[in-house]
């Protein structure tokens, strides 16, 4: 899978913009605040629904304009489908799939892309929230149907969050519609437990291959949830921070009627405490990821460069895991500003890393920093104008979408 074009208007700083893009390794090059990260921060766009730097889409339109359009041409094997989006203020986005309107969500199933960018430390120094993001993310690279399930459970959760708060100092009666609400959670919360415990499962291989292609050794790098159910029944019987493989095969094996009923019996073990607060104490909205190296978590133990190699790491456990189960080739591989960020070696391995994916698009500030034993293709990015390097332009840089 490959991005042929990309047409955006008023998206972030461009009026307009008109990417071509070809297989193989592309570089968007261009100082600090010229554009080039929200080029890619469209593509990503694309494969996700939101923005990799920011958590609403008011910022991606152009200041003053009350929408924003994202036009992307894609090619997957012989086939190429046209893809739009267009992003409003104050209403509902809109999306069409070769011409044809669609629900946005529509848009993931026949666009994959993994972004690795600086923002991507957070996910082993940050909150629970964003690895939770990442893991979610994920999922919807993996499986777009579960943008669905994602949805609908938000949704569950404010709505008996809502129900809670107003409840407090009301009795029994005000909570008549709780079982119902219970349900729901239950539902959406299961499906989305076993998905994120089959992705850490399969995820746990490529991590510990990458990790160790990345720093040039091994620190036994290892995944694992810790989950609001478990700890709300006090069931956890081997430490979470230094799992098995076994374990994560166990927990993602477990039947969805045996997690649906451990998820039942914490919401009634939580269920005064909910109360008192007017807060969703269980469920998938309050879990996190662990990560640990040698045994100790990475967050606060780890050196600046094994967070980031345990970062990027995960990431490229992502896109092999879905190069090998696409029917529609490799996902897109967007490096965002990342080399920076490493030293020489590293910067080296990530790129043989990356070197055989059908298309890589860097962003750089300083050319300096990529590895120059490749054959890019090159944009130059200049206060919102691109300039391809006319010497490599191909016809798909002048093939509008």
Do not use: C
Not at 55 to 70: C, M
Not at 87 to 106: D, F, K, M, T
Request: charged residues 25%; hydrophobic residues 40%; neutral net charge.
């Amino acid at each position: 899978m490959r991005v042929a074009h990309l047409s955006l208007g008023d998206f972030r700083n461009y009026a307009s913009a008109e990417l071509g893009l070809s297989a193989g390794p592309n570089l968007l090059i261009g100082q600090n605040g010229q554009g080039k990260t929200n080029l890619v921060e469209a593509i990503a766009y694309f494969a996700t629904l939101r923005s990799h730097r920011v958590s609403g889409d008011a910022a991606l339109i152009r200041a003053g304009r009350s929408s924003a359009i994202a036009r992307m041409r894609v090619r997957a094997g012989e086939r190429e489908v046209r893809l739009e989006l267009q992003l409003n203020q104050g209403s509902a986005n809109r999306a069409q799939v070769n011409g044809n309107a669609v629900r946005p969500r529509e848009v993931t199933r026949w666009f994959s892309a993994v972004t690795f960018a600086p923002e991507d430390l957070i996910i082993v120094r940050g909150e629970p929230s964003g690895r939770r993001r990442f893991l979610d993310d994920a999922l919807l690279a993996r499986h777009p149907v579960a943008s669905g399930a994602l949805s609908d459970y938000e949704k569950v959760v404010r709505q008996r969050t809502s129900l809670l708060k107003s409840a407090r100092g009301r009795g029994q009666s005000a909570l008549a519609t709780l079982p119902v609400w219970d349900d729901q959670l239950v539902d959406h919360g299961t499906q989305i437990m076993l998905a994120r415990r089959e992705l850490l499962r399969d995820l746990s291989e490529p991590l510990r291959d990458h990790y160790a292609a990345l720093v040039g050794g091994d620190h036994a790098p290892r995944v694992s949830m810790f989950e609001s159910v478990g700890d709300a029944r006090q069931s956890a019987s081997v430490s979470r921070e230094t799992p098995s493989d076994a374990d994560l095969i166990r927990e993602a094996d477990v039947s969805r009627e045996t997690l649906a009923r451990e998820f039942r019996e914490a919401l009634a073990m939580v269920r005064g405490r909910e109360i008192e607060r007017g807060v969703t104490l269980v469920g998938p909205h309050r879990d996190d990821l662990a990560l640990a190296l040698n045994g100790l978590p990475v967050k606060g133990f780890a050196s600046h460069g094994e967070s980031w190699s345990f970062a990027l790491s995960l990431k490229l456990a992502l896109a092999e895991l879905l190069r090998n189960e696409s029917t529609a080739g490799d996902p897109v591989i967007i490096l965002d500003d990342v080399f920076a960020e490493l030293d020489g070696t590293r910067r080296g391995r990530l790129m043989r890393a990356v070197a055989d994916y059908e298309q890589v698009i860097v962003t750089a500030a300083v050319e300096a920093d990529v590895p120059d034993d490749v054959a890019w293709r090159r944009t130059r990015i200049s206060a919102g104008a691109l300039e391809p390097d006319r010497t490599e332009e191909t016809s798909e840089s002048t093939d509008g979408v």
